[in-house]
């Protein structure tokens, strides 16, 4: 229709059918928007967005008239051929319309896919957006060749035509460099917008060049524009935009578009890429302090979960330990350091490879969180921060629990046919804090028991009090749990928190205490007596004999002989030996003094201490630890 024939004509003479469907919505006086064909003076059909506007006077008597006249508008779809050809057009599509709603992206690849379709189909027909492959992968780069472009990771790229040929021959995530004297390596070099001429031997030498025949037949007669992604000076990488042959080639009008575009984009990308590498940083550092394998006796049972914080929070400072200690002894820990991100990360991993130290020295719970205290206040001096933590000693001879806390929940415990309880401990500030003292409490553990340690981020959230958290646990861990997998308990206290958008990092520990079988340790108090030292080995002698551990009795009775005489001389009282066997054979000798003994191996020194020197030659580990009235030395010998 021409243009001069559109006054006064009817709906239906514009758009074929359109006046039925529209028709009921002029009689009432509403607007409605359709989706109808509509035939282009060319003779071509296209889907076009119809909204139609009724237009209705009043009658003399004041009431509306029937509506005679509308105000159609047809949104029809630019022909190919004429996509790009109103810069204003491609202008507000790319920066007004494109950009702020990519504004809050901070996942690379989710950001490269949507700045992609944001130049397909507005501003070209197919690209692609190359980055700096440090900017991607944070470890060490691999070396480039000189001249040559650095690595560069294809994150993105998108095309309009459906040939699937793009996605083959530019696969996304391919990392490649581009030799010396291309048109990519000068974009790279100057930071300066390349407007390249592609002739047929052009993109024949370039697929020629790749080894990727389909490269001729896709870039054929294509306009092609690289737009450098520039952040303080340096180049980060690029975004290839071609147009098909069928469109207008780029112009200084285009250039001046993109470089507005990309020099916008840029912004976007180096906030995604600081909070990339900012977030991988913390991840890396919290993994790598986190402990990959725990160590507990043969009788005992451990298993552990740690589950990031939220989105929002998804790095923080829980923490867990467990510990084989000597004698079929293990030390549970679980730690919980205020705060979030690479502070309570690093502060976390300096709290983790302490307890190892204070776990080696054998100090006992309340003692080893002082410690712990010490250094939290040492540390917050330049910063201040704080931790709680609770650590639990469970020793599988006795069948017996030394408990401490700073600050921290305190741990669960489910006996086999009773109710769970939280164990009643001393409550101390937490470390870094001070003010308080910190007790150790002492508590039998019947054989099954599970004991249970976790941080407050399992039962506290914003939508629910603590006491509900904690009173679901109990639920958890309640009739019927001793029969469940310890990994299924795990999964079943987390039932819920998976929902919680502003949860914090969770960390838990659960165990399965049982005693080490009686035939496996043995224990004989001998009298302050000299006789008894020969007495010793003779015991020592029959028990490796019954456990066929003959052939270790030489040097288990040499060692033991040095132990039980230094007790006997420079401590006083009855003196206890204990012999376990837990994995490898442990040997200990208890008496009444808190002396430490002191290794003395040195040519001119007094004679002793000479005897924890052999120990200390022969055994595999030996140490000495505090006792409730005395102390303990022992020694390890690994069993072949």
């Given at each position: 229709?021409e243009?001069?024939e559109?006054?006064g004509a ?8 359109a006046?039925?469907?529209l028709a009921e919505s002029?009689?009432q ?5 359709a ?6 003076r060319g003779g071509?059909v296209c889907?076009?967005l119809?909204?139609v506007?009724?237009m ?5 008597d ?5 509506p005679?006249?509308?105000l ?7 022909p190919?051929a004429e996509r790009f ?14 950009l702020?709603?990519l ?11 949507g700045?992609m379709?944001?130049?397909v ?17 944070f470890?060490?780069?691999a ?19 459906g ?9 996304t995530?391919?990392v ?11 974009c790279m070099?100057?930071?300066e917008?390349?407007?390249p ?5 052009d993109?024949?030498g370039?697929?020629?060049?790749w080894?990727?025949?389909p490269?001729?037949?896709l870039l ?7 737009l ?8 980060l990488g ?5 147009r098909g042959?069928?469109h207008?080639p780029?112009?200084?009008y285009d250039?001046?578009i993109?470089m ?11 906030s995604?890429r600081?909070?990339?590498r900012?977030r991988?940083t913390a991840?890396?550092?919290?993994r790598?302090?986190l402990p990959t394998g725990l160590?507990?006796?043969s009788?005992v049972e451990?298993?552990h979960?740690y ?5 929002l929070i ?6 867990y ?5 000597p ?7 679980v730690?919980?350091?205020?705060g979030h991100?690479v ?5 976390m ?9 204070l776990a080696?020295l054998e100090?006992p ?15 917050g ?15 599988a001879?006795?069948g017996?629990?030394?408990v401490?806390s700073?600050?921290h929940l305190?741990p669960?415990l489910?006996?086999?046919g009773?109710?769970a309880?939280?164990l ?5 500030p ?5 003010g ?7 508590f ?5 028991t599970?004991l ?9 959230n914003?939508?629910?009090d ?7 646990l109990?639920?958890t861990?309640g009739?019927?749990?001793?029969a469940r ?13 998976f929902?919680d958008q ?5 960390a ?6 049982r005693?080490?079988p009686?035939?496996?340790h043995v ?16 015991l ?11 052939d270790?009795s ?7 002989t040095?132990l039980v005489?230094n007790?006997?001389?420079h401590?006083?009282?009855r003196v206890m030996v204990r012999l376990v066997?837990e994995?490898?054979?442990?040997c200990?000798v208890f008496?009444g ?5 002191r290794?003395?191996?040195e040519?001119?020194l ?9 120990v200390s030659?022969l055994?595999n ?8 009235n005395?102390?303990a030395v022992w020694f390890e010998?690994?069993?072949?």
């Amino acid at each position: 229709m021409e243009p001069d024939e559109l006054l006064g004509a009817r709906l239906d003479d514009v758009i074929a059918g359109a006046g039925e469907p529209l028709a009921e919505s002029l009689r009432q006086g509403r607007e409605r928007t359709a989706m109808l064909p509509v035939k282009t003076r060319g003779g071509a059909v296209c889907d076009s967005l119809i909204t139609v506007h009724p237009m209705s006077g009043a009658c003399d008597d004041g009431k509306a008239a029937e509506p005679q006249a509308a105000l159609a508008v047809v949104r029809v779809p630019v022909p190919i051929a004429e996509r790009f050809i109103d810069p204003a057009v491609v202008r507000r599509a790319l920066i007004e319309d494109a950009l702020p709603r990519l504004g809050g992206a901070l996942d690379l690849e989710l950001l490269a896919r949507g700045l992609m379709n944001a130049l397909v189909p507005n501003f070209c027909n197919s690209g692609g957006m190359l980055l700096l492959e440090s900017l991607v992968d944070f470890d060490e780069p691999a070396p480039s060749v000189p001249g040559d472009s650095p690595p560069l990771r294809r994150m993105a790229v998108v095309f309009d035509d459906g040939d699937p040929a793009w996605d083959a021959t530019f696969p996304t995530g391919e990392v490649l460099t581009y030799p010396a004297g291309t048109p990519y390596v000068k974009c790279m070099e100057t930071g300066e917008p390349v407007l390249p001429g592609l002739n047929d031997s052009d993109v024949e030498g370039i697929a020629e060049l790749w080894r990727r025949a389909p490269v001729a037949e896709l870039l054929k007669g294509a306009s092609m524009l690289l737009l450098p992604i520039v952040s303080d000076e340096l180049v980060l990488g690029f975004f290839v935009c071609t147009r098909g042959v069928e469109h207008r080639p780029f112009d200084a009008y285009d250039v001046e578009i993109g470089m507005e575009f990309a020099t916008r984009a840029s912004v976007l990308v180096e906030s995604a890429r600081r909070y990339g590498r900012e977030r991988a940083t913390a991840l890396t550092l919290q993994r790598s302090m986190l402990p990959t394998g725990l160590s507990a006796p043969s009788s005992v049972e451990v298993h552990h979960r740690y589950l990031p914080g939220s989105r929002l929070i998804e790095v923080g400072g829980d923490w867990y330990e467990s510990i084989a200690l000597p004698g079929g002894r293990v030390a549970l820990v679980v730690g919980d350091v205020a705060g979030h991100g690479v502070r309570a990360a690093v502060t976390m991993g300096r709290l983790r490879t302490a307890i190892h130290t204070l776990a080696d020295l054998e100090l006992p719970p309340a003692e080893s969180l002082e410690r712990l205290d010490s250094l939290m206040k040492t540390l917050g001096e330049r910063e201040p921060h704080f931790a709680t933590c609770a650590y639990v000693v469970y020793d599988a001879v006795t069948g017996r629990c030394k408990v401490a806390s700073a600050g921290h929940l305190a741990p669960l415990l489910a006996p086999p046919g009773g109710e769970a309880a939280y164990l009643d401990v001393t409550p101390a500030p937490p470390l870094g804090v001070g003010g308080g003292a910190i007790s150790t409490r002492e508590f039998a553990v019947e054989d099954g028991t599970l004991l249970f340690l976790f941080t407050d981020g399992l039962v506290e959230n914003r939508g629910r009090d603590i006491d509900d958290g904690l009173a679901r646990l109990r639920r958890t861990f309640g009739p019927g749990a001793h029969a469940r997998p310890l990994q299924e308990l795990c999964q079943a206290t987390l039932d819920g928190v998976f929902d919680d958008q502003h949860r914090d990092d969770i960390a838990m520990l659960v165990a399965r205490l049982r005693r080490i079988p009686a035939d496996d340790h043995v224990s004989w108090e001998l009298p302050p007596d000299p006789a008894a030292v020969r007495r010793a080995r003779g015991l020592i002698r029959g028990r490796l004999d019954t456990w066929g551990l003959s052939d270790l009795s030489p040097t288990a009775e040499l060692l033991a002989t040095e132990l039980v005489t230094n007790a006997i001389r420079h401590a006083g009282g009855r003196v206890m030996v204990r012999l376990v066997r837990e994995g490898d054979l442990v040997c200990e000798v208890f008496d009444g003094s808190d002396g430490h003994p002191r290794v003395q191996c040195e040519e001119g020194l007094s004679e002793s201490g000479r005897g924890l020197c052999v120990v200390s030659r022969l055994a595999n580990r030996w140490g000495v630890r505090r006792t409730g009235n005395g102390k303990a030395v022992w020694f390890e010998l690994n069993v072949r």
